[in-house]
């Protein structure tokens, strides 16, 4: 049956350039939009279906399966008991509380290392002319598409015993401090890893800022510092809290560079975690430093979101 | 944007430095990889040499890992995106109870350490009689970046102005024909970034692939990370190197179709 060819109606938002059709709306039938079916009510639901089971199966599933075994015990009777033994053990050792402060420190301090570096390549990019702002970009987050590994084994040949600074030094006659394996090291991982993940984040808040605003204050006699601290800084700080917000979780997450930069001497709940779960084959102590290790992420993360409303509403005030 | 009076010549100055920082350790490396001596130096003391690259074409381990790590990559970003290029219709083009609730379902997978999710998943599989398998991985994988397939899909969707299809449907076409001659075209490179994106992520992880590396089957990055953790040497270098370039061929063809940024999800003029 050959399809009747109508002009379909335009949307209220047309009415403008609609002209005569946007009188006729009310009276002309709605074709269906593409897309949308008689079955229009279900079609989406059928759409997520897939994603739902699959996260469901894959991810939300085995997560919750972990931490109901890890909390009940099967006795030898068959009955379950609640325990949370596996996080007295990690928690009231002196090598747990080791761990959690390790972690949160290499975090913090990468986390706002990421912050401090990131701001002058995020204000250039946004004064650059557009040709050099794509070159700019593309510079900075590319090395996010490379794996941690390659990264972290590129600061090995910068900060070992054989590498970079080391040469330069013992060729100007110091004998080289030891930076790799120390906690320092995985600090300047992380900050270099993330960078690109915190640049994203600002330059969301950067480009944002209008120029008028930037030349009005100047216009009216600011000068650079007080432009940065008083106009562009505090507009950025949406983008700032939303970075620490991304970039905290994955730094504390952290095991290939820890592993690599920091040794066995500098361990982080990331590497007790596999060596809980791999090495040692102790699934119980594996699922409890993963579970601090979220819990931890999780009042950071929410400390962070509350340190940007408070921060917002007082820019509002 | 031509002005200076927020950060001026502080810009490329404290930027410069900021870039060399960010791309010191793939340079280093890369000269490392080049060097003529059997421990790890740099070109200039020991000479130039591509010994260690003749040698990783030898090492049929390596290959064989590489192997596995391409098509496992490819196979889980295949599976991303057929999961989640559906998704990303219904949530760009329809409102429906709970859609703000799936979406943030749908990124959920983001707010867990994919350490965690490792573990989990091999915890799950061995309590039902299953070791590590290679499918489970790809389903690992395939789950683990649907955030960002979706986010790309959506964003791409969202600008794709349906009214293209509407005039098709009007001038004859079935909703089929629509879609695969007017859509695709126009989505095409938005699903390809995507796919390519869920590829490197899934190529370069290690948190979530440790814990299903067997004797039998093994992943170049793991495979990188615990030959390195031992014995760094030059070549360990040169495989650091090839994976290198590999990631700034995938990196260019994205930036060329898509937009390396937009793939992150931020955009040049885009609200995030």
Redesign the interface.
């Known amino acids: 049956m050959p399809?009747t060819?109508?002009?379909?109606a335009p949307e209220p938002s047309n009415l403008a350039t609609g002209g005569i059709f946007a009188i006729r709306r009310s009276r002309a039938p709605r074709?269906p939009?593409?897309?949308?079916?008689t079955s229009?009510?279900t079609?989406?639901?059928w759409?997520?279906l897939?994603?739902?089971v699959?996260?469901g199966l894959?991810?939300?599933?085995?997560?919750v399966?972990?931490t109901v075994?890890t909390l009940f015990v099967t006795g030898a009777d068959g009955s379950a008991r609640f325990t949370l033994a596996p996080f007295v053990d990690l928690l009231g050792s002196r090598r747990g509380w080791d761990l959690v402060a390790r972690t949160l420190r290499v975090a913090t301090v990468s986390t706002l290392a990421t912050l401090v570096?990131?701001l002058?390549?995020t204000?250039?990019?946004?004064?650059?002319?557009p040709r050099l702002?794509g070159v700019?970009?593309?510079?900075?987050?590319?090395?996010?598409?490379?794996?941690?590994?390659?990264?972290?084994?590129?600061?090995?040949?910068?900060l070992?015993a054989?590498?970079?600074i080391a040469?330069v030094l013992r060729f100007v006659g110091i004998e080289p401090p030891r930076i790799l394996y120390t906690e320092a090291a995985i600090d300047i991982?992380l900050t270099?890893i993330f960078?690109?993940y915190m640049v994203?984040?600002l330059?969301?808040s950067a480009?944002?800022?209008s120029?008028d605003l930037?030349?009005a204050?100047?216009d009216l006699g600011a000068r650079?510092l007080q432009?940065?601290g008083r106009?562009?800084l505090p507009l950025c700080r949406p983008g700032m809290i939303?970075g620490c917000a991304i970039v905290f979780?994955l730094a504390?997450?952290t095991?290939?560079t820890a592993?690599?930069l920091g040794g066995t001497s500098n361990p982080v709940l990331?590497t007790e975690?596999?060596l809980s779960?791999?090495t040692n084959l102790d699934?119980a102590r594996?699922?409890a430093v993963?579970?601090v290790?979220?819990i931890l992420?999780a009042v950071v993360v929410a400390a962070i979101n509350l340190l940007g409303r408070v921060a917002t509403s007082e820019v509002q005030r | 944007m031509k002005s200076n009076k927020a950060i001026g010549i502080f810009g490329p100055i404290i930027g410069t430095v900021v870039i060399i920082f960010v791309l010191s350790p793939l340079v280093v490396v890369t000269a490392i990889s080049f060097t003529g001596a059997s421990f790890i130096s740099f070109p200039w003391e020991h000479g130039w040499s591509l010994r260690w690259f003749t040698q990783l074409a030898q090492q049929t381990d390596f290959l064989t890992a590489s192997i596995n790590s391409v098509t496992l990559a490819a196979g889980s970003a295949l599976l991303s995106i057929a999961i989640g290029v559906p998704a990303a219709v219904a949530f760009a083009r329809h409102t429906f109870p709970g859609k703000s609730a799936l979406l943030l379902y749908g990124s959920s997978p983001l707010f867990v350490p994919l350490l965690l999710t490792g573990l989990a998943l091999l915890i799950v599989l061995s309590s039902l009689g299953q070791g590590p398998t290679p499918v489970a991985l790809l389903f690992g994988f395939a789950v683990v970046n649907l955030p960002f397939v979706l986010r790309i899909a959506i964003a791409t969707l969202v600008d794709f102005n349906v009214d293209q299809e509407n005039a098709a449907n009007n001038l004859g076409a079935s909703a089929l024909q629509a879609f695969v001659r007017v859509t695709l075209p126009q989505i095409g490179p938005g699903i390809v970034s995507a796919f390519l994106l869920a590829f490197i992520i899934a190529f370069d992880s290690v948190p979530l692939a440790v814990f299903f590396v067997t004797p039998d089957y093994d992943l170049l990055p793991v495979k990188l990370f615990f030959y390195a953790q031992t014995n760094f040497d030059p070549l360990a270098a040169a495989v650091s190197v090839a994976m290198i370039g590999f990631s700034i061929v995938l990196i260019l063809v994205i930036e060329v179709t898509f937009g390396l940024e937009k793939v992150f999800g931020g955009g040049r003029s885009s609200a995030m």
């Open positions: 399809r060819v109508t002009v379909s074709l939009r593409a897309g949308s079916t229009g009510r079609l989406p639901y759409l997520v897939p994603m739902v699959s996260i894959v991810f939300l599933y085995p997560l399966q972990m075994s570096l990131a002058p390549i204000l250039w990019i946004r004064e650059a002319k702002r700019l970009i593309v510079i900075m987050l590319s090395p996010m598409l490379t794996s941690d590994v390659v990264r972290s084994l590129g600061w090995v040949s910068i070992g054989n590498g970079l040469g991982g270099q960078l690109g994203l984040s330059l969301s480009l944002r800022i120029e930037v030349n204050a100047s650079r432009i940065l106009l562009v939303a979780p504390a997450s095991y290939v592993s690599l990331g975690l596999y779960a791999i699934w594996a699922s993963g579970i290790l979220f992420i």
